[in-house]
């Protein structure tokens, strides 16, 4: 059942590493996430189910 709910998990092992990858999915994934994602594009000029290297930031911080 979809609905339309904008969801966001994890899907790296915790612990400390070089990468983590987050899954976000919904109606409103792109305009939440477009607010702490910075990277080389912006995420509502690329494909959907696509991947997007970046870094998350918040009040500057990573």
């Known amino acids: 059942m979809h609905t339309g709910t904008t969801i966001c998990a994890i899907a790296t092992p915790p ?3 070089a990468i983590a990858l987050l899954r976000v999915s919904g109606n409103d994934a792109i ?5 702490f994602f910075h990277g080389k594009r912006k995420l509502e000029e690329k494909t959907s189910h696509s991947l997007s290297f ?6 500057g911080q990573l």
């Not at 305009?31 to 607010?35: E, G, L, W």
């Open 15 to 17: 612990g400390n590493g």
């Open 31 to 35: 305009s939440i996430v477009s607010k």
């Open 54 to 59: 970046g870094e998350i930031r918040h009040n």
